[in-house]
């Protein structure tokens, strides 16, 4: 590790900004690609690209990038999903899904996945192009303040987003672009179409926008909101895409709604494996039927397309209060049961 002098260029991250993002632009600003600075910066030995920095940053990343850009460690910490702990999910593990957590399906140094979304009004909007933390968050299809769709492609290429490879490929390159330039085709992401929300639920889209600007501000402790809400949300989510019963709930919820149900995936994945809009449709169901909170839920189990026992499934995290709601349910099954 080299001494902890400041870099020559030493920006600050941006609000909300994700590591990796901050760490671009630092290698810009300092004139240099960016596999050239984090090999002077990090050294041979420490590989920072093979893995998913804003999940599980290494110590020494964070701490060489404190030092050399003179920004607190805590401010660096929250540069990354860490600061969702304790409201989109409980427990930070090294490998496997993280609830709401998008993943970015890493081989070596590439993104096989799409876990990488943008709002091109906010990056046309910024005075300097930056991807945010909140565009990992898997019910954040949306934006909240643009009330546009999300993407999560280059919409000219179709690859993912992948800005860490904007000059692999281009030795001829001596600048940099900026972080919105498509690494594969080019395409300036900030011309990317601007979809309007299909707002089909009004009282649901007004919920659901809430919990994103709080997800957007970094999730900050609000007493107005319970994030446990967003728990059962997840729960909500996977009961909208499971097959229980050939998916009536979702048909339920079609019917109910006049929506078309969410295309699901063979076999059985998390909601955070879903592509955007199939992503879209089902966290959107599952706002509807928290709205009105039991009702819904209620008359989806008396039309027999939820049971009981999914409630609770694979749900050992529930909050108590979800949790006596399906047990009420659970006694109102058993009496009608012994009539």
Known sequence: MTEMHLWPAH?????????SSWLVRLAHANGLKVQTF????????????????????????LDTMSKKTG????RVESATLHIYKGKLFEHEKASGQLPWILPLQIYHRKRMGF???????????????YFRLAWRVAP?????THQ???????????????????ELGHPELNSTNPLCICWSCGYDLRDSERAPVHNWSSHAFQSWAKALRLVENGAPINSRFDYSKLSVLHQMTKLVLSDGIRGRLAEFIATETGQPKPKKLPGRFPVESYRLPERHQAVGFAWWLLGRWPSRVKRAWHAKSLRFNWLLRDYAEAPVWYRTFAKNIRTAFLEISHQ
């Open 115 to 129: 876990g990488l979304q943008f709002c091109p009004q906010c990056l046309a909007e910024d005075t300097e192009p």
């Open 140 to 144: 954040f299809t949306f934006c909240p």
């Open 71 to 74: 920004t607190p460690l805590s």
């Open 148 to 166: 546009c769709m999300l993407h999560d492609q280059c919409p000219r290429c179709s690859q993912g987003v992948a800005f860490h490879r904007i």
């Open 11 to 19: 920006p600050h991250p941006y609000r909300g900004e994700l590591l």
């Open 38 to 61: 984090c090999r002077l910066s990090f050294g041979n030995e420490f590989q920072v690209w093979n893995r998913d920095i804003d999940r599980l940053a290494p110590a020494w990343l």
